[in-house]
């Protein structure tokens, strides 16, 4: 016969100073664990966001990254004609050469000194197969002039890059013509510029970083990919874009494995808390014990009831540590990439995957910090309770 579970509930309201206790231990290492997911998917989605299922980078054999690629322009003539490639409404192929490299020079401040921007030059045609970018303000570069479009991250933080502003680097100053929004992607850090003006202020116009190519569909995907690789006129190797952007979340490893380490130390105070809490209540509620045996509750029965109890305890510790980390839903923080050596903007996500983890780890704390309790309640014998009392 199983103990009911208003029982458990009414003995946490009558020991209300105690059950605060418990729930807010386990609530703050809740909260930090959430926090930790929470910056890793944001950290995923952006990249996730980033890459088109069709798209394929080319880039040099070895290369990890397009800033240390080097694609050819005459390279680049012959492959935008390989059989697979998508076109578009003009029948033109959906390719386009493109240079990656970096500036640090926007900022005014302390703030900004050090921090690495992805400057990319691109066509007209790079632009349009980034389908997921759009302008919030402002208009596109034209092409032949020494013009810039930022991302809305960018120009959020650097206030010397808003638009209508000048801003220096490579030989001279160029013109803010633009804002973007790339949603959840890495466009929203970066900055767009002509291919041939940034070629030629960085003196680069034939030795380019990567090429990215549109598949026809899925099927001739993998063929297209196949061809270029196979071609001996080419030392490249390919991979799809959403693949190159998902190698990039190395960058939350360091911050993965420092959270949930401060977790695990936490979650142990935690589970100490909460078992000291249930060895407490074992001996408040000797008599309880003895009555429930004497009213023919089995070991079994009052193990489990005192388990439930604690797990009641955590899983209030854990919806309230979720409750503690969703303001930080939305919030925008940066990281250095070890990928690229610049830095991406992201915003923490507290999805429904996440909280769950977070309840779920506060059900676990429960189960470690309630089962010896629980075990010592059950081994009582009906008379050593009565006589406790």
Not at 11 to 18: G, M, P, Q, W
Not at 191 to 210: C, H, V
Not at 264 to 283: L, R
Not at 288 to 296: E, K, Q, S, T
Request: some cysteine; charged content about 15%.
């Amino acid at each position: 016969m199983a103990i009911p579970i208003s029982y458990n509930v009414r003995n946490l309201v009558v020991r209300k100073t105690t059950t605060v206790l418990t729930v807010g231990g386990i609530a703050l290492t809740v909260a930090v664990l959430v926090a930790v997911l929470a910056l890793v998917e944001g950290l995923r989605s952006a990249f996730e966001a980033s890459g088109r299922p069709l798209n394929v980078l080319v880039m040099r054999k070895g290369s990890t990254a397009e800033l240390m690629s080097v694609v050819t322009r005459s390279d680049f003539q012959v492959m935008k004609f390989k059989p697979g490639i998508a076109t578009n409404r003009n029948n033109q192929p959906m390719a386009s050469l493109e240079m990656v490299t970096m500036i640090n020079n926007l900022g005014n401040g302390k703030a900004a000194e050090g921090m690495n921007i992805n400057l990319r030059g691109l066509t007209p045609i790079g632009i349009e197969m980034r389908d997921q970018v759009h302008l919030i303000s402002g208009r596109f570069f034209e092409p032949g002039k020494r013009e810039i479009i930022v991302g809305k991250n960018i120009a959020a933080r650097y206030p010397k890059a808003s638009l209508g502003s000048r801003v220096r680097f490579g030989r001279g100053q160029w013109d803010v013509v633009g804002v973007m929004d790339g949603g959840r992607s890495s466009a929203s850090s970066e900055i767009y510029a002509d291919l041939n003006q940034i070629s030629a202020d960085y003196s680069r116009t034939e030795y380019l970083s990567a090429a990215l190519i549109r598949a026809s569909d899925p099927v001739a995907m993998q063929a297209l990919r196949n061809n270029l690789e196979g071609d001996p006129r080419f030392n490249i190797s390919t991979q799809s874009e959403r693949e190159y952007y998902e190698s990039q979340m190395v960058s939350a490893t360091p911050v993965r494995f420092m959270g949930l380490l401060v977790c695990v130390i936490m979650a142990v105070g935690s589970s100490f808390a909460a078992m000291n809490t249930m060895y407490a209540a074992v001996a408040r509620r000797s008599a309880d014990i003895g009555m429930l045996r004497v009213l023919g509750f089995s070991r079994a029965g009052i193990l489990t009831s005192f388990l439930v109890e604690s797990v009641i305890l955590s899983v209030m510790g854990g919806a309230v540590g979720c409750l503690l980390a969703l303001p930080l839903n939305n919030f925008q923080t940066r990281i250095g990439s070890f990928v690229t050596f610049s830095e991406i903007s992201f915003s923490l996500r507290m999805t429904p995957e996440v909280m769950a983890a977070g309840v779920g780890f506060g059900m676990l704390m429960g189960v470690l910090g309630g089962f010896f309790p629980a075990r010592s309640a059950a081994k009582k014998e009906i008379l050593a309770a009565f006589r406790a009392v």
